[in-house]
C-alpha cells in the first residue's frame, strides 16, 4: 500500500514539473562527447510511429488507473509503451533528445509503433501521431 501511494504522489509531483518540457539531462554529457562516442551507446531501431495514451479509462479500458505491464505505475516522460517483441521491456529508449523506459506494452501496440505516456487525456489525444527516429541504448 506505501509503494502506491509513493507512486501516485510521485507521479502527482512529475506532473507538475511537466517533464515532457523539460530536457532531460541524463546523458548531458553527449554535448562534449564524439560522434562515435554517441553511436557507440545508441543504436538506431529505424523510424517509428509515436502515439500517446494516458492512464484512464478511454485508453486503457479495464486495466485504467493501474501500474503497467513491468508492475510501476506509468510516469510522464518516462514511461512509453512498446511492442516486447521490437523493443524489450526496461530498455532505455532515445527519441530526440529525450530517454525514455520502455515500461508498457498494449493492444495496438505492435511493430514500429510506441505509445508515449502522458498524464492528462486531453494533451495525449491532442498528441496525435508523429514519426520520429528512434535509438536503443546498447
Not at 560522434?35 to 523510424?47: K, Q, V, Y
Not at 521491456?89 to 498494449?106: N, P
Not at 501496440?109 to 505509445?115: E, T, W
Request: glycine share 6%; proline share 3%; aromatic share 10%.
Amino acid at each position: 500500500m506505501r509503494r502506491a501511494v509513493f507512486a501516485v504522489v510521485m507521479a502527482a509531483v512529475l506532473s507538475l514539473l511537466n517533464p515532457m518540457m523539460i530536457k532531460t539531462d541524463v546523458y548531458a554529457s553527449e554535448s562534449t562527447a564524439s560522434s562515435a562516442e554517441i553511436n557507440s551507446r545508441w543504436e538506431s531501431l529505424g523510424r517509428f510511429r509515436l502515439t500517446a495514451y494516458c492512464n484512464c479509462r478511454k485508453c486503457n479500458g479495464k486495466w485504467a488507473y493501474g501500474p503497467t505491464r513491468s508492475g510501476v505505475m506509468p510516469v510522464e516522460g518516462v514511461t512509453i509503451a512498446v511492442d516486447e517483441s521490437v523493443i524489450p521491456r526496461w530498455s532505455k529508449i532515445k527519441i530526440g533528445d529525450h530517454v525514455y523506459t520502455a515500461q508498457d506494452t498494449g493492444k495496438h501496440i505492435k511493430g514500429n509503433r510506441i505509445d508515449v505516456f502522458i498524464n492528462d487525456h486531453n494533451r495525449a489525444s491532442d498528441f496525435g501521431i508523429k514519426y520520429a527516429e528512434v535509438y536503443i541504448q546498447r
